[in-house]
């Protein structure tokens, strides 16, 4: 199959790779199927590009990499909906969001993205009663030289 990205030209991807997103991400309801796209080996950074929009992609961070601390609880609902448990953990992600400079980027943690990597299924989640919010730091004390290079 071939898609579309406004970032990375035709991508050939193979079915078996597209991430069913049952309720679409917030602010792209109707956007449903996505594909990882793996920015370089190593990194903390991949993006999450749409396969039927060509301009929709997001970047997403690793949030442990970035916030040793961060933690939340999923709650039943969607354990049970994207078929979760502890033998099958979820893959965690971060939207990041990069400004004029790159030490500026910051991430939501409000809203983690949450995948079944097995069932190929995912969800952006909103947590609640949490200090959290949309405009994390990812480089509050400068950027590292490796930093810049995608390197932990």
Do not use: C, W
């Not at 903390?44 to 933690?71: G, M, R, W």
């Amino acid at each position: 199959m071939i898609i579309q990205s406004t970032r990375f030209g035709k991508l050939e991807i193979d079915e078996s790779e597209i991430i069913n997103f049952p309720h679409g991400i917030p602010g792209f309801p109707e956007e449903k199927k996505f594909i990882l796209v793996a920015n370089a080996p190593d990194s903390p950074f991949s993006f999450l590009q749409s396969t039927v929009e060509a301009n929709l992609t997001f970047l997403l961070a690793d949030p442990f990499v970035f916030f040793k601390e961060y933690e939340f609880k999923i709650d039943d609902e969607v354990t049970h909906e994207l078929g979760l448990f502890s033998e099958n953990p979820p893959q965690v992600f971060v939207i990041a969001t990069v400004k004029e400079k790159l030490e500026d980027m910051t991430a939501n943690l409000l809203a983690p993205v949450v995948i079944n990597s097995q069932e190929r299924i995912g969800r952006q989640i909103i947590l609640e009663k949490t200090n959290y919010g949309t405009r994390h730091s990812l480089f509050p004390d400068g950027i590292l030289q490796q930093d810049a290079q995608g390197g932990k």
